[in-house]
């Protein structure tokens, strides 16, 4: 059987590393699988082209797709197109960085180890809470470890989920629920708010937690403070899915009560990078310290009084016995995580605050204009930088007819809520211009 590989083994090699094992062929190394199901020829491959004409063919794949940058995007729903500064791409550029592996030896990963804890300190601080974790895959799993982390804290397992926590989230929510046998109900939503009276109904002795979405999946900004109240009224703990940036106006998810805070850090310097990866950003409480998954960076100091950094309060199974552990996540988003650092450092209190103010009122510039070329805003409660507009009669057509212009026109909201099927989630940022903000309005009044 002819073989090829991509590694760079002559034949002698081969028949060395063959002899060493005992054996006369590559065909006896594979004899243990039965003839049955080995294919039996060889894969119908297209011939070998050159390095350079690979490129030019990938290069025409890519021209297919429209960049963000050559579009005028109003896309978001949990996904956000921001300005990230040059030096963050060069920082984590850095080989030491870009190429760093597991830390599981702190003695050869000092400067790792201290990445995360920074990370872990500028979390805390924007969320508002007491210990952040190193990061976990994205902003859906970590809803879900919220969740597992309030069940095994409270020992309930009845989950109170708000429909206007974005529909993909609560999807992911549901898998991890199935396998722990977790019910999960949903709130219902009053004018694309928690309906707070059907939430203090559905309130009990079993509930583990309440989770809010803030600004909520619509943009809505829910009245977080008051719902912190109702959960701790029963016992329950209040756990919030918070959109970074908006963090730079709006007050913190541990200032209004919340007991866990959960982000998607996509925003914090991350590229859109057609969908991933992401990082999940999650803080605590003190108290729920020792329940927190993932990995943990800590301060110390070595024999000799110098200041070191450490992986400490393991909460997983291969580390602790397996009926103890909270979660089973193996590792964190290191680099991701790493240029959220970055970003947050580089932007300071005043950038971010910058950053959340533009989007902010372009957003509610963008709004404006919208309803004035005939398109209103369907949800009247106070919002950041995303709400929804109906757009009535013909409304694939009208969002299909703005595509073809190289207008991605917002989120779609049909397949995730049935009654919303002519509308779309609108989401403006700072890089959203005012020119293509009046482009856009005079297209929808022309199709209107």
């Not at 996904?79 to 550029?93: F, K, L, Q, R, T």
């Not at 680099?335 to 950053?355: F, R």
């Amino acid at each position: 059987m002819k073989t090829w590989s991509y590694l760079p083994h002559t034949e002698e090699d081969r028949a060395e590393m063959l002899q060493t094992v005992g054996l006369s062929s590559i065909d006896e190394l594979f004899s243990d699988i039965p003839v049955a199901v080995r294919l039996g020829r060889a894969l119908d491959l297209p011939q070998g082209v050159s390095e350079w004409s690979l490129m030019r063919e990938l290069q025409a794949l890519a021209n297919r797709n429209t960049h963000v940058e050559e579009a005028i995007s109003f896309l978001g729903a949990g996904a956000y197109h921001h300005h990230i500064p040059s030096v963050v791409d060069a920082i984590i550029g850095r080989s030491e960085f870009y190429t760093a592996y597991t830390p599981y030896q702190p003695e050869i990963s000092q400067g790792v180890l201290q990445a995360i804890f920074e990370y872990q300190s500028l979390v805390a601080s924007l969320l508002g809470m007491d210990v952040a974790n190193a990061s976990l895959y994205d902003g859906a799993t970590a809803l879900g470890e919220a969740a597992m982390m309030a069940c095994s804290h409270t020992r309930r397992n009845r989950v109170l989920v708000a429909r206007t926590v974005h529909p993909e989230h609560r999807q992911v929510l549901g898998t991890y629920a199935r396998g722990q046998s977790v019910d999960v109900v949903q709130i219902a939503m009053e004018d694309g708010m928690v309906d707070l009276e059907a939430l203090e109904t559905m309130l009990g002795s079993d509930v583990a937690a309440v989770m809010v979405q803030y600004p909520n999946f619509f943009g809505g900004i829910e009245d977080i403070r008051r719902i912190a109240d109702m959960a701790h009224a029963h016992g329950a703990l209040l756990v919030v899915s918070a959109y970074p940036i908006a963090l730079g106006l709006l007050e913190s998810p541990g200032a209004l009560g919340a007991d866990i805070a959960v982000a998607e850090g996509q925003s914090l310097g991350n590229a859109l990078n057609f969908g991933g990866p992401y990082l999940g950003v999650m803080a605590v409480r003190s108290d729920l310290t020792r329940k927190l998954p993932g990995r943990i960076a800590g301060q110390t100091k070595d024999r000799e009084g110098r200041r070191g950094f450490v992986l400490t309060l393991q909460a997983r199974e291969q580390h602790i016995r397996r009926e103890k552990a909270s979660s089973n996540i193996c590792s964190n988003q290191a680099l991701n995580a790493l240029a959220a650092s970055v970003y947050l450092a580089n932007m300071g209190p005043q950038g971010l605050h910058e950053v959340a103010y533009q989007c902010l009122a372009k957003a509610h510039y963008a709004q404006e204009r919208f309803a004035a070329a005939g398109y209103k805003r369907v949800f009247q409660s106070s919002y950041f930088n995303e709400f929804v507009l109906d757009l009535g009669d013909n409304a694939h057509e009208k969002y299909t007819e703005l595509s073809r212009d190289g207008i991605f026109f917002g989120y779609p909201l049909g397949k995730a809520y049935e009654e919303l099927s002519s509308h779309v989630l609108l989401a403006v940022t700072e890089t959203t211009s005012k020119e293509q903000i009046d482009y856009v309005a005079a297209r929808l009044e022309a199709l209107a």
